[in-house]
C-alpha cells in the first residue's frame, strides 16, 4: 500500500512530490515505489495486447513492455543530466533519473487505465491493423501525458538552479523528442508486442524497416489504400 | 449538530491530509464524533469550554492524528482505481486462457458450450471474484462485464 500511496501523491500533490525530489528526500523509497508500480502496470499492459495473439505472445508482451519503458530510460537518461548540467543545473543523477521515472510511472498509471477499453476492442473486434493503430493511439497518448508531467517537474525542480533556466527548459523539450524517438525505435526493435494473426509466435522479430513506416501502412490499409503483407 | 469550535480542529487535521475527499469526509465523521465525545467529557468533568477545548486538542495531539490518518489511508483511493481497471482484465484473461490452448489456437471450438469444464471454469471465474472482492465493487461490476462479453465471444463462434 505504501507503493500506491506515492503514486497518489504523484497524481494529487505533484508539487510537493516534485518539491521533495528536488530537494533530494525519500529518493530510494519513492524510486523503488515508482518502479514496482510501474513494472506491474505495463506488465498487465501487455499481456492484455499480446493476449490477441497468444498466451505465449501475452507473456513476452507482459515482459518486453517494462524492459521497453525502462531500456528507453536508461538509454536517455544521461543525456538529460548532462545538458543540464551544462545549463546551470544543481541536480544529481538520481534526481534526474526519478523524474523521468515518474513520467513513465504516469504512462503506466495511464496505460492501465486504458487496459479495460483496449480489452473491449480486443474482445469485440478482430482487425489485426484497427488494434494495433488503437495501441500507438493509447501508447501515443500516455506517453505524452507522461513527458508533460516531466516537463512540469523540471520546472519546478529547475527553480533550484542558480542559472540558465530557459535554457533548460529548451533542453527538456529536446530531450522530449529525443526520448519518443528513441522510445518508438525500442519499440520496434523489440516487437511484436500484438502479433499479426497470420504469423506463429516469434520473441522477436528480424531488424529492418521502422517504427514510423509501419505505422503508416497500417493506416493505409484500414483506409483500404492498399494491404500490408 | 455541527460545533463550530470542533470544525476548526477538523479542518487544520484535514489541511495536513492528502486523501480523496470521500475518504477525507469518512475519517473525519468518525473522528468528529470521538471529539464530542471527549469535549462531553472534558465539560462534564467541569472544565471550561476553552480549557475542555484544548484537553481536547492536546489528547488527541492534531498532528498526529492527521500524520496517523494519512498513513493508515493513504494509496487505498489509487487501490481502488488499480484494482478496478486491473482484476476484471486479469480475470477475463484468465478465463480466455482456460477456454483457448496456450498456443492461442481454438480448442474443440464446436464442443465448447458442451464441455461442462468450460461452465465450471467460467461459473468459477465469476463466484470467485464477487465473494473474495467485494471491497472492490467497481472492480467486480467491471469483471461481471468482461465475464459476460468473455462469455459471448468465446461461445458465439462455437454456438455458429
Sequence with gaps: MKDLAVIETILRNRYHFFTEIRDGVGLRTKMRAMLISSIIFLALYGAVIGSSHSLWQALSSAVKMPILFLATLVVCSPTLYFFNVLFGSNQSLTQNFALILTAITVTSVLLLSFTPIVFFFLLTTGGYQFFKLLNVLVCSASGWMGVLFLSQGMRIVSTAGKEGVGARRNVVRFWILLYAFVGSQMAWTLRPFIGAPSMKFELFRQLGGNFYTNVFASIGELLGFFVVR | ?160
Design chain 2, 1 to 160: 449538530m455541527l460545533d463550530p469550535d470542533l470544525e476548526v480542529l477538523l479542518a487544520r487535521i484535514r489541511a495536513q491530509m492528502e486523501l480523496d475527499s470521500e475518504t477525507e469526509y469518512e475519517v473525519l465523521s468518525e473522528l468528529r464524533a470521538h471529539l464530542q465525545e471527549a469535549l462531553a467529557e472534558a465539560r462534564a468533568e467541569g472544565l471550561e469550554r476553552p480549557a475542555a477545548l484544548a484537553r481536547v486538542a492536546a489528547r488527541f495531539g492534531l498532528q498526529e492524528t492527521a500524520q496517523g490518518l494519512q498513513a493508515t489511508h493513504a494509496g487505498w483511493g489509487t487501490a481502488d482505481a488499480v484494482v478496478a481497471a486491473g482484476l476484471p482484465v486479469l480475470c477475463a484473461l484468465l478465463l480466455r486462457w482456460l477456454a483457448f490452448a496456450p498456443d492461442g489456437t481454438a480448442l474443440g471450438w464446436p464442443e465448447l458450450l458442451n464441455r461442462p469444464s468450460f461452465w465450471v471454469a467460467a461459473l468459477l471465474m465469476l463466484l470467485i471474484p464477487l465473494f473474495k472482492f467485494g471491497r472492490w465493487r467497481y472492480a467486480v461490476a467491471g469483471w461481471v462485464v468482461f465475464w459476460g462479453l468473455t462469455v459471448v465471444f468465446v461461445t458465439w463462434p462455437a454456438a455458429r
